[in-house]
């Protein structure tokens, strides 16, 4: 009986908050507005002073007051209001908590109540969810007061996304007058890093991602020649012998370090994800590339990061040679998959493999490509994307929280809520035998 009556309930729910009529809503969407009722109830008072008495004249004239004083207030009070947007100099994390300060200026002899701020501080999961709005407290007469607001960006990209405004309804919200803040700072918010340790191992050709020696003219490992002492060089590199012989200081010339650039590889084709807002494979697929490139930049390593699938006027690729601060730049920067999905400018799919260096990370879906290596070492990072067609993803079969391989060779990120432990543990177990 009880569930039956649940099912009821929600039955009758479900009937109230029914649109039977979608079609019309244009024409009677002014009703769902206060303005709406206060017009039908100017005019409905109106009608009871022709058909009954005065009485209905008196309460015409006291909503009409009421529909005057409504609209001319809030409009009044933000003609003598200014506002500046300040945010914090550096850049922000995706879901590191901060603030910004609204400086807000009042030019009238009184206070000023009911204003908000409406825009988008990346708070939102989705970027189609409605903007926040923030509620500030009195505003003095003849004042400048600064309101500091607590934000945490659950996104990536530039913060705030899109015009910011200030709105007012006091003091019966029958109408809401709004203005975009005059002055605004922006800041980037750059994609959550997951913390890895270790680093890719040694192979016959790759002696240390970091870099191997070669004979070139250097301070390090072997000697390769000998050649004149020159004012600061080394005295334990003095070649006694040789400077005996030739009666004039002689120094060995040893080998150099150099670099091997590694390669983070990143599919950001649209028709190779799934899922919405900050849960979709896109998304994580960025972050994962971010995480990649943090740990890499943490061992000194050289490496370059390159998007596959981008619009043909976004930048492909971007290297650490001027440190990781440009890359997570890039990567805060890139667009979102909504972007990407409505743009017609799109590298083709049939584009040829970009070259590959020794050392590459590709981070793609289980819709991505078998990238051909041509000889290079490839670690893959595959995103199952059946766990990410809804943000609401669970485990499926019981799955414990451990990466699988794949058909492409690499490890495989089944869930948002299991990407980040999962991409920690595959990499713990492939480089955690060197140190981080």
Known sequence: MKHYLERLSVSVLQSANHDFCPNLNRYVYWLKQPFGWCIVAILFSLLVGLSVGPQGYVLASVFLA????????????????HCSLALPSGAMKENEPGQ??????????IPVFGVTVEGDFLQGFDPDDDPIAFSLKRIPAFSKTEFPVAITPRRRGVLPAGEVRICNGFPFGLAAVSKPVAEIATTLVWP????????????????????????????????????CY???????????????????????ERQTPSSAISTVLLDLCPDHHSGRGVDSSFEWSIRIA??????LHRTNASFRVVCLGLPRNVPHTKGNARGIEPVMRFLAS???????????????????????????????????????SAGARIEQIVIELNGFADSHSEL?????????????????????????????????????????
């Open 66 to 81: 009421l529909l005057v004083l409504g609209t001319a207030w809030p409009w009044l009070s933000m003609k003598g209001i």
């Open 100 to 109: 910004f300060v609204l400086g807000v200026r009042n030019n009238w002899p």
């Open 192 to 227: 959550e890093c997951e913390t890895l340790q270790g680093s890719p191992p040694a192979d016959g050709s790759l002696f240390n991602i970091a870099g191997a020696l070669a004979d070139r003219a250097g301070n390090d490992g072997e000697s390769i020649g000998i050649r």
């Open 230 to 252: 020159r004012e600061g060089d080394r005295l334990r590199n003095i070649h006694w012998a040789q400077t005996s012989r030739s009666q004039k200081l002689m120094v060995r």
């Open 290 to 295: 971010a995480s990649i490139c943090f740990q």
């Open 334 to 372: 890139l667009p979102t998959l909504k972007m990407q999905r409505e743009s017609s400018d799109l590298i083709p799919k049939n584009r040829p493999n970009p070259s590959l260096s020794n050392q590459t990370f590709f981070v793609c879906t289980s819709d991505s490509p078998v990238m051909n």
């Open 396 to 436: 499926r079969n019981g799955k414990e929280n451990r990466p699988e391989k794949h058909r492409h060779g690499g490890f495989l990120v089944t869930a948002p809520r299991l990407a980040a432990s999962q991409l920690e543990v595959a990499w713990r177990r492939s480089f955690g035998h060197a140190a981080g």
